[in-house]
């Protein structure tokens, strides 16, 4: 009888398996990484390579899709390494009996960390002063002092938190749009999206990528903001419509924006985006930092164990 087999695609789980390979191997399976070459992501047809003998998966933002549950009969579990879900067909794992897991939770201060680096950012050009200081220039940047200025978080889930607890702490005026949000943090108004996008200096996307937030912000809801106002996402690139992004920011009705993700990623060679001086561009990387990736490999693992032992 062929030995059942784990794969572990996401990269950063990768990193940390010799630290918990022995747990999977000791209860009889056989434990594959298979080499991602610089890619982000495996497809189904690469996954399905492996269907025969396959019964669990620690995945990073594969393509989980309904071809992939159709053509792995073995599959009981797939723990989605970090937060985000919608790279998987919940449907079609449900009608093959396969649960699905996340690590939630696990970057709440992470994340929050990365978003508060972009508005610091945006708020006093550091990135371009930088390249003009190595260029031999000496300039005199008029930033925005944080204190008093208004943020406005959409999306209160524990990342949202934490941004919202960062912004009191730098004084700054908080607000959230959340219609899924339980009590409200000390120090922030819940308010509703339009007004929240009409009166905030900083907008920080921090929801889910669901049908509902696809494209929540679009063209329409870009000309309720400021033209002084500053957008971060640091959800999923798809919450923002990125051709109206760019159109806004090109014609000065927005004053600038800080993505660490994108529609597509990697972001293409002949994005737009790469040209335009009022934006800072990341890697899909806010999560990344030592502690948040050890400690979600080893929430990631724990599920997968207890998953497969049931």
């Not at 189904?44 to 309904?66: C, F, N, P, T």
């Not at 508005?119 to 200081?133: E, F, H, S």
């Not at 109206?244 to 927005?254: A, E, F, H, P, Q």
Request: hydrophobic fraction near 45%; proline fraction near 4%; charged fraction near 25%.
């Amino acid at each position: 009888m062929s030995t059942p087999l784990v794969l572990v695609t996401c990269r950063q789980m990768q990193v940390e398996l010799p630290r918990h390979r022995d747990r999977i191997e000791q209860l009889g399976y056989e434990v594959v990484a298979p080499d991602l070459a610089g890619r982000q992501q495996f497809t189904a047809a690469e996954l399905l390579e492996y269907s025969d003998r396959l019964v669990g998966i620690i995945a990073g933002d594969d393509e989980l899709d309904r071809t992939f549950f159709n053509g792995s009969t073995k599959l009981k579990t797939v723990i989605r390494w970090g937060i985000g879900m919608d790279s998987v067909d919940h449907d079609a794992a449900r009608d093959h009996g396969v649960t699905v897991r996340n690590t939630p939770g696990v970057f709440s201060h992470e994340v929050a960390d990365s978003a508060f680096g972009y508005i610091l950012n945006l708020a006093r050009g550091y990135i371009a002063v930088d390249a003009a200081v190595r260029r031999g220039e000496w300039p005199k940047v008029e930033g925005i002092t944080l204190a008093g200025s208004q943020l406005g978080i959409v999306g209160l889930g524990a990342i949202g938190r934490e941004i919202a607890r960062r912004g009191t702490g730098f004084g700054m005026d908080v607000v959230a749009h959340d219609p899924f949000a339980g009590t409200t943090p000390t120090g922030v108004s819940m308010i509703d999206l339009d007004s929240l996008l009409t009166t905030s200096r900083f907008i920080v996307l921090a929801c889910p990528l669901t049908s509902e937030t696809l494209h929540l912000i679009n063209a329409e809801r870009l000309a309720l903001v400021r033209p002084d106002a500053y957008l971060v996402n640091v959800a999923r690139g798809p919450v923002v419509a990125e051709k109206d992004l760019i159109d806004v920011l090109k014609s000065g009705r927005l004053a600038g924006a800080a993505l660490d993700v994108f529609e597509v990623e990697p972001l293409p060679l002949d994005s737009e985006l790469r040209n335009l001086p009022n934006v800072v561009l990341g890697a899909h990387n806010g999560s990344n930092t030592r502690e948040g990736v050890a400690r979600a490999s080893s929430a990631a693992v724990d599920f997968l164990i207890e998953e497969l032992r049931r």
